[in-house]
């Protein structure tokens, strides 16, 4: 279809891109890309399809940045918002409550490990970080050792863009340029899998990687409130994942040095492990989870923080104790989104979903194989619905291709002009789709990414 616009055919699709560049600074993008990269106006989305003005449609292979569960318009999620909708959209969570939030908060503290019993809503993943770092802090202050004011946290680590979530981040891209804004923290080295020495098991690389943190722990213990992780996938510092008995070790050492461990699950929660949460690959329970992106299925921003019944009741006092947690959102708790948190949890439980996506982990697993083979992939690595694909130059010396080259971009290029949504960070190609993927639609996905592994590794 054509319209006119300054006297010349357009399709709607590119007078579209033309108004958004007219008007819109998008995330995470260098404007000036979109002078030769093509932005994609999306008209509508269906299951694991996204589909475009001219009817072309992709498969949505990394949940639109990690918050898709069960597709696109799904039936059920549509229904619960849109019978959320006539009841009561948003009111004030100060002072007033509503069943469907009442009703997440029950199921969230029964389904995260035993020990989080008290949950606090925010409306995005860093916001829940903010949550979680300010709680840990004021709980020590709380507890008579104002000293405690500094947090740990893991090399290659990513906790989101306030300036609080992103000191405690630890991705140069991101990070660099706004140092001098930050807070002054303590980084241990990553027990990454990825840096193991040649011969080295996960697990040997994860304890030995520990001691460092040990140490640093003992070090600072008596300034130090809480150490936080992403558990098992470091996913921003590209798809880097480790071995669960870090988290044991790091649980026990919290313990002894009067440390929190602060689970940061926004990315790594809802299954995308292979289990609900993944701290359950460690049997741990932290002091704080933080949860965000997967919690509403992909349809709207809500975060929770969880915590134990000993820090909400370090908080528990009289008004002018100054004990309380004075802080909030405007939209905190809103009801459609607790509403559409509550048919995703529902979701879960009828359709069996960790137990089926078994499956679909091991599928995504065999029919990788052969990337292990290709002379320009260093790594293929998986913790269950995320498989990442490590490109680099040289093979044996695990020399990573120069940043400049933006090689990923290639493999995204390629995916886009083959009907799949790639979007690969620096040089690492992953997969993390959506649970309503079927095998045939999974090979599709594999298939495009190794020809785009191909044509990325010419030259
Ligand atoms: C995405 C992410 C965040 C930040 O969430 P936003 O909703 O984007 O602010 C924090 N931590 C982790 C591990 C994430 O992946």
Redesign the pocket.
Known sequence: MAIFVHNSPMTISDALKQRDLAVNWHPCTQMKDHEWLDMIPIKRGEGIYIEDFDGNRYIDAISSW?VNLFGHANPRINQAIKNQLDELEHVIFAGFTHQPIIELSEQLTAITPASLQHVFYAD????A?EVALKMSFHYWRNKGQPQKKRFVNLANS????TLG?LSLGDVELYKDIYQPLLLDVLTAPSPDAYLAEEGESARDFALRQFAAMDTLLQQHADEVCAVIV?PLIQ??GNMRMYHPVYLQKLRQACDKYQIHLIA?E??VGFGRTGKMFACEHADISPDFICL??GLTGGYLPL?AVLTTENIYQAFYDSYDSLNGFLHSHSYTGNALGCSAALATLDIFKTDNVLENNQHLIRYMQSATEHFKDHPHIADVRQTGMVLAIEMVQDKTSKTPYPWQQRRGLKVYQHGLKHGVLLRPLGNVVYFMPPYVINTDELQKVIDVAWQGVQLATQN
Not at 124 to 127: A, H, K, V
Not at 158 to 161: A, L, N
Request: aromatic share 10%.
């Open positions: 990690w995005n993943g860093s916001s970080v990513y906790h989101g863009e979530a992403e996913c921003a940061d926004i990315a965000s992106k975060s």
